[in-house]
């Protein structure tokens, strides 16, 4: 049974990494399109600007994404915690360490480009704004479970 749930999850971080670097070439043109609207308009649009506000809302987005499958990643370690041997504990560590970072990252860049989005826009990007700071927030709590269970294992 805890051989195919270990299984299960390590299917579940393949598939994750395929989501990421996916994501990864998304975010990339994300970028490129933004900039490219931002060196037409000579940088300085008017933030009311609809074609800019959907730029910035879309590029916020990928980020966004990662940051949510970073999440899904921790959460996988935090499970796979209670199914591992010993000599396992040190990867679970590093795997969560490295998926916080992901997350920590891609709510850093979602904020970037909401930035540039007004307060009170309806453009969606409030609902945008309470979804990052949700993910960080549930990923820290997540976060801290596995950092401190994996403590616990050191001698």
């Given amino acids: 049974r805890a051989q195919e749930e270990l299984r299960s999850i390590s299917d579940k971080a393949l598939s994750l990494k395929r989501d990421l670097l996916m994501l990864l070439e998304q975010g990339v043109s994300a970028d490129h399109k933004v900039s490219a609207l931002l060196a037409r308009t000579g940088g300085s649009a008017a933030h009311a600007d609809p074609g800019r506000l959907r730029a910035l809302l879309f590029a916020s987005e990928v980020p966004l994404r990662t940051a ?88």
């Fill in 68 to 155: 949510q499958s970073c999440q899904v990643l921790l959460t996988l370690s935090e499970r796979a915690l209670g199914r591992i041997g010993v000599k396992a504990i040190p990867g679970i560590g590093t795997a969560s360490a490295l998926a916080f970072a992901g997350v920590a990252a891609g709510v850093v860049m979602a904020r970037t480009w909401l930035a540039g989005i007004p307060e009170g826009c309806r453009t969606g990007a409030a609902a945008t704004r309470a979804r990052a700071e949700r993910i960080l927030g549930e990923a820290e709590v997540i976060r801290t479970l596995v950092t401190d269970r994996v403590r616990q294992h050191l001698p």
